[in-house]
DNA sequence: AAGTGGTCTAGACCACTCT
DNA sequence: GAGTGGTCTAGACCACTTG
């Protein structure tokens, strides 16, 4: 039973206005992460258009990383970046696969520093949580990282005992605050870190360090996280296919 | 008319047959960079298969970056890569865009070092031509690099003054030895210049340094260079997308 | 105007997953 | 067995490029 219809864009596909009209219908929560999406055939009914259309429509989402399909079973809205996405640019000796300890050293609230608002697309002095997180390998510390996320959002990580906190960010994220990262931004460049920070990261002042400048966004496509890693740059590896 | 015909493996799908089908006369020379392949149309014809299971092939040879389809003019075969894919990495002041000029270090033939034998997947102490570059911005030196080339497929480059070869190597590839790279592999790390290599790129010794280790493919996947850039650490600059 | 790839349809059948 | 996504077909029409 047809119970709505896209309208393309001049110059737009069909199946890319279907996209669309899906992608809203996510971003307003209408299937939450992790929920399955209608099936093919009831969506395309839904919309009046032929299963290929819509299958089209459905595997750009996917293009997208937005839904993920799994044959059998169904058309997933993705619960967003899982696992320890900071570690693909870092190779500590012999911990590969392992997730390291987190201890988070200050935790603060205050007006948005200008590039930090830039960032998260804030208004200039708008209230935003600041951490700082130390993440250990064994005894050994690895990653030094300074987070910020906007305010309202994240007021729930402003109270309670950090020490009580996951090891990875973005399930807490899900968990607690309601916000699915499903995408982000590094930008990699290589610094001298700075006494202080060498300190805490047991290397000499002015030793070479990778830094890793992230922006994390939501399904919706909002920046919900500004956040820069800071780890030795001996330890940087990374692989890139080129084509 | 149909004169051939695929016979995909179990658990294959046809169009994934057909994508192989025409890779390997692709490969082999049938169809050379740069020319175009016959019409959807008729190898949907030529291998009696309906019109949308060979686009699906056309379609997977796009994604694997061996062939680019254009809107009314016809699927054509990548010519390789071009440009200057290693300055993806590096960001020199204001010379944004600019290619670096390119003059020849040194050249040698030599027997492969096993580590050199292994990346380009020789025996060991096959002859392979050895290239030391340097590349500079006006006067400014940035990138050093070693390069490593299979010995029977290069031997028009042993021969000559390299000061006449084009500041791009890949364009030179292509019209000296008939070699397209078509992919490559980099793989980024941090290390401290030693003194030599330091000396030429006008840093002091020790200074942090970018080193990328690249290997790249022909057509046919087989590796035919391998090189290490070695650039000032402050000049690295990379973004990465994560999804 | 002719030839190319891009979109869309309508339907059949297959492969996988769960109950 | 019922329901899901994956493959394949056959054909119509559209959009873009070139002579």
């Known amino acids: 039973m047809q119970i709505a219809t896209v ?3 001049p110059g737009q596909s069909r199946y890319a ?3 669309d009209a899906l992608r809203a219908r996510i971003v307003a929560g209408e299937w939450p992460p992790g929920s399955a999406l209608a099936a093919e055939q009831s969506l395309a009914a839904d919309y009046g ?3 290929g259309t819509m299958r089209r429509a459905l595997d750009l989402l996917a293009e997208l990383g937005l839904v993920e399909r799994v044959h059998g079973r169904g058309t997933f809205v993705r619960l967003g970046l899982g696992g320890a996405p900071m570690l693909r640019f870092f190779r500590f000796g012999h911990h590969d696969g392992e997730v390291p300890a987190s201890r988070i050293l200050a935790r603060d609230t205050r007006a948005a520093p200008e590039p930090v608002a830039r960032a998260l697309g ?3 002095g708008e209230p935003v949580l600041r951490l700082e997180r130390l993440r250990s390998l064994g005894a050994q510390p690895v990653l030094l990282e300074e987070i910020w996320l906007p305010l309202p ?3 729930a990580l402003a109270e309670g005992d950090p020490a009580g906190w996951d090891d990875l960010l973005y399930p807490m994220f899900a968990q607690r605050c309601g916000v699915h990262v499903a995408r982000a931004i590094d930008e990699i460049g ?4 700075a006494a202080a920070q060498a300190a805490v990261l047991g290397l000499p002042a002015g030793h070479p360090c990778a830094r890793v400048q992230r922006r994390a966004f939501d399904l919706g496509g909002r920046c919900v996280e500004s956040r820069r890693s800071l780890g030795d740059a001996h330890a940087f590896h990374y692989t890139v296919a080129i084509t």
């Open 7 to 9: 309208t393309p864009l």
């Open 122 to 124: 804030l208004g200039p």
């Open 190 to 193: 290589f610094c001298a870190a």
């Open 153 to 155: 959002l994240f007021a």
């Open 49 to 51: 258009v032929a299963l």
């Open 17 to 19: 206005a279907l996209a």
